[in-house]
């Protein structure tokens, strides 16, 4: 089993929504990117290998802003109005927090949106009908901390306590939290919730879960997280500890599953908005989606590690096992 394809998103040749559709067509598009992360990411270089298989060339038919925080969230803002002053045609806002900055810098140059919960945060009116300058895709799926505590119970056995480990700095994690607590409610497990504030404290928290009895963690969405997969999976494994991550790239660097929206699939289709947009569409009629794929992720060596026998039928419904 292997990971699914790469991102491709792809932009128009026509000047933002806001020009009547009687202007005359651009020669180059300009995109603005703005992100708690780094410019030679993953995702980033997958967005751009996206675009050039779509036909843009940078420097010749598309220019690219790219403004990367880096995990530190206080420069978004300045990034966010860096961009705006250099009057790009659309912002990708990848994150809650980068969303937050770029809707603060502007209300005329549309912004894909790609958080966890839009309409939650006030980014948006509704789903169906944004009503503003900022549309794209939401990261927060109705089901997914059932599914997840519901994953976790299936793998270790007789579970019956689970910490919750948030990042309360990030916006949308109370989101994320209020849901695993109604989850856990509904599927009799008590639910410890800790909180986690920079990445040194990952270690004393594992171990405050398994000092209080918790089979289990679960580690809600946060860009601290997303940004240090392989020090937080370390951490779980030095406490021998079962944890569930929303992001396969915790799986990969030794965490024991995960479970979540596909990034790649959301980013891939974060390509129907920008090209939309940029072909005269209003941000505030395109409807906020939903994601529709999600990924299971299995690392069968940690599973033996931490001596979880997991099911025949598990590992056939993993998208990916890591052996």
């Known amino acids: ?165 948030w990042v309360p700095e990030d916006p949308a994690a109370v989101f994320s939290l209020k849901e695993t607590q109604m989850a856990a409610k509904s599927l009799a497990i008590e639910l410890q919730v800790i909180e986690v504030h920079d990445l040194s404290a990952f270690d004393i928290a594992f171990q405050a879960a398994a000092d209080q009895g918790a089979g289990a963690v679960v580690l809600l969405p946060a860009p601290l997280v997303s940004r240090n997969p392989g020090p937080i999976a370390e951490a779980a494994l030095r406490r021998q500890m079962p944890a569930l991550f929303y992001s396969r790239d915790a799986v990969s660097a030794g965490g024991l599953v995960s479970y979540g929206a596909s990034i790649l699939a959301v980013h891939r289709r974060a390509a129907y908005f920008v090209d939309r947009i940029l072909k005269g569409a209003n941000p505030a009629d395109l409807p906020i989606e939903q994601p529709t794929q999600f990924q299971l992720t299995i690392n069968l060596k940690t599973a033996r590690t931490l001596s979880l026998e997991l099911s025949p039928s598990l590992l056939a419904r993993a998208d990916e096992v890591v052996e």
Do not use: W
Not at 97 to 108: C, F, G, I, K
């Open 1 to 165: 089993m292997r990971r699914r394809d790469f991102i491709s998103l792809c932009t128009g040749f026509l000047a933002s929504p806001r020009l009547a559709a009687a202007e005359t067509t651009k020669d180059i598009a300009h995109v603005g990117i703005l992100t708690m992360g780094s410019e030679d990411s993953v995702l980033d270089a997958a967005f751009r290998q996206g675009l050039a298989d779509l036909g843009y060339a940078e420097g010749k038919n598309l220019a690219i802003d790219f403004r990367g925080a880096a995990g530190k969230a206080e420069m978004l803002p300045r990034f966010a109005a860096e961009l705006v002053a250099a009057k790009v045609d659309v912002i990708i806002a990848a994150g809650s927090q980068a969303t937050s900055a770029a809707r603060q810098s502007t209300t005329a140059i549309p912004i894909v949106a790609i958080s966890t919960n839009p309409v939650g945060l006030g980014f948006a009116a509704s789903l169906a009908h944004p009503g503003g300058n900022i549309t794209g895709l939401s990261l927060l799926g109705p089901e997914v901390a059932g599914k997840r505590l519901e994953l976790l119970k299936e793998m270790v056995p007789r579970l019956s306590k689970v910490a919750a480990m």
